[in-house]
């Protein structure tokens, strides 16, 4: 299995307080993205990078922000949550993307509740 | 907008053959067909990828006709544990920008004894 990291596994906050998910990778993946997975929904894709400080937005990018400093670490963050926020989240990895031939692997999710 | 269509929901008997096909009428010439597996509270795993007609591993085959405007996924034999929701994805991120990236509600398969 590819080597992905989420942490934490299971947060509990409340609304209005600002929040960090932290996705730690150890392939050297170039391609790292952030989805939510809500019933009815599948998964949408918040935000990816490609590269070190390269990020774009996703499907639903709206009240929430990401940051690449290293290869191997992309953080999540919401600002101010809220309870529409409430879902659980997935890091995955690609090799490259410039091909569409490359899967990606992901992490197993973290189950985040705004109260 | 890239969009990929698949059955909602399956069910199936252990030992059956399983067919899930996924339509997506817009695919580019570039873009691969990738499928993943997903069980409860994990990510979803990549099973299979392929671009036109035939693809098999250990796990699955894929069948992609000449017009690679749908594809299908053949799971031989299967047993309780590949009850799971399977998505179809076509393309990449840079295939097309995060249209690519849009999974869908995948096909709930139920295999029953």
């Known amino acids: 299995d590819a080597g992905i990291t989420q942490s934490p596994r299971h947060k509990v906050t409340e609304t209005g307080t600002p929040v960090t998910l932290r996705c730690h990778q150890t392939?050297?993946?170039?391609?790292m993205y952030w989805y939510r997975q809500d019933p009815g929904h599948g998964l949408r894709l918040i935000h990816y990078?490609?590269?070190?400080?390269?990020?774009d937005k996703g499907e639903v990018s709206d009240g929430y922000s990401v940051s690449r400093s290293k290869t191997e670490d992309f953080l999540l963050t919401l600002e101010s949550a809220t309870s529409s926020q409430t879902s659980v989240y997935f890091c995955?990895?690609?090799?490259?993307?410039?091909?569409?031939?490359?899967?990606?692997?992901f992490g197993d999710g973290t189950r985040l509740s705004i109260l | 907008l890239a969009k990929t269509t698949q059955p909602i929901s399956m069910d199936s008997y252990e030992g059956q053959e399983v067919n899930i096909t996924c339509s997506h009428n817009n695919i580019a010439t570039n873009d691969y067909i990738t499928w993943y597996q997903q069980f409860p509270s994990q990510g979803p795993r990549f099973i299979i990828q392929?671009?036109?007609t035939k693809v098999t591993n250990e796990v699955a085959s894929l069948f992609i006709p000449a017009d690679r405007k749908s594809s299908t996924l053949s799971l031989p034999r299967v047993s309780l544990s590949d009850t799971a929701v399977y998505y179809c994805l076509v393309g990449g991120p840079f295939s097309g920008g995060y249209n690519k990236l849009i999974f869908g509600a995948g096909t709930r398969l139920a295999v029953h004894p």
């Open positions: 995955a990895i690609s090799e490259s993307g410039e091909y569409s031939n490359q899967p990606q692997h």
């Open positions: 392939e050297n993946h170039r391609y």
């Open positions: 392929g671009y036109k």
């Open positions: 990078s490609y590269g070190v400080k390269d990020t």
